[in-house]
């Protein structure tokens, strides 16, 4: 979820409309994290809580802690029965009993967030979890031809839609270093289903900083323009699905 001051509004129903495709990244993320009974665990950016509540039930003795900047995923969240907040990932310091850390598709809204996760490391109590997955997909037509769009037609997005906002593996690692670290990508090939199934994928994530900033005429506008160059990129089979690769970059650290 965004952090930092960002004020777009997050639409929980839209986010989990794909979030089978969605939680899959946080199993795989979650896998590779060996602790066995830590006293506190927290997820941050923790969405509407569907995912946190996997870590109530993996860690069933922990105190759960969750955070998110948007209120309607935090209202979401507590409606799961969830002990949520609204805040800023930023500015989030582990407790002392800190055992389990995920930040799970949040860090690309956060920029220097390399130097947010070399501080958690260096917080964060000798033993403890540290968890980290984030799209690094940037590159790709999705995000490549809506920064198109937005440069040619509308100047007032500048920069609300970066380039590289993240890192590769390797310089996961090198950031965790501290720690005993483990990064890796992985590009999962989604099948996404319903007409212009790619816009309605990146509507629900990486596109809302563009539809806050637009009224309704403008939104619906660049929609148009961007629809057609996505199904271009990703067309459509005969059987109305669509082929979507999206690689994630991880990286889990055990803090020394």
């Not at 590009?187 to 806050?212: C, K």
């Not at 629809?227 to 699905?241: I, Q």
Request: charged residues 20%; contains cysteine.
């Amino acid at each position: 979820m965004p952090f930092s001051g960002e004020a777009h509004v997050w639409d929980p129903a839209r986010y989990l409309s794909f979030s089978d495709l969605r939680s899959r990244p946080f199993h795989d993320l979650l896998a590779r994290v060996g602790a066995e009974s830590p006293r506190r665990v927290v997820d941050l950016g923790c969405g509407p809580g569907n995912l946190t509540a996997l870590l109530a039930r993996r860690w069933p003795g922990a105190a759960v802690e969750a955070l998110d900047s948007s209120p309607e995923m935090v209202a979401a969240a507590r409606g799961r029965g969830l002990d949520a907040r609204v805040g800023d990932v930023a500015a989030w310091r582990p407790a002392p009993d800190t055992g389990v850390a995920v930040a799970s598709a949040v860090l690309q809204w956060v920029p220097g967030h390399a130097d947010l996760l070399r501080g958690w490391v260096a917080e964060l109590p000798a033993g403890a979890w540290l968890a980290v997955q984030v799209p690094g997909n940037f590159d790709e037509p999705s995000h490549a031809l809506a920064r198109r769009v937005a440069a040619a037609s509308w100047p007032s997005l500048a920069g609300l839609l970066p380039e590289s906002p993240v890192l590769d593996p390797a310089g996961y690692a090198e950031v965790l270093a501290a720690a005993e670290v483990d990064a890796w990508e992985t590009t999962y090939l989604q099948r996404l289903t319903g007409r212009d199934a790619v816009l309605e994928w990146i509507t629900g994530t990486a596109l809302r900083p563009v539809r806050a900033a637009l009224d309704e005429p403008s939104w619906t506008a660049f929609r148009a323009e961007l629809a057609p160059l996505l199904r271009a990129a990703y067309p459509e089979r005969a059987d109305g699905t669509t082929w979507f690769p999206f690689r994630r970059v991880f990286a889990v650290a055990r803090v020394r």
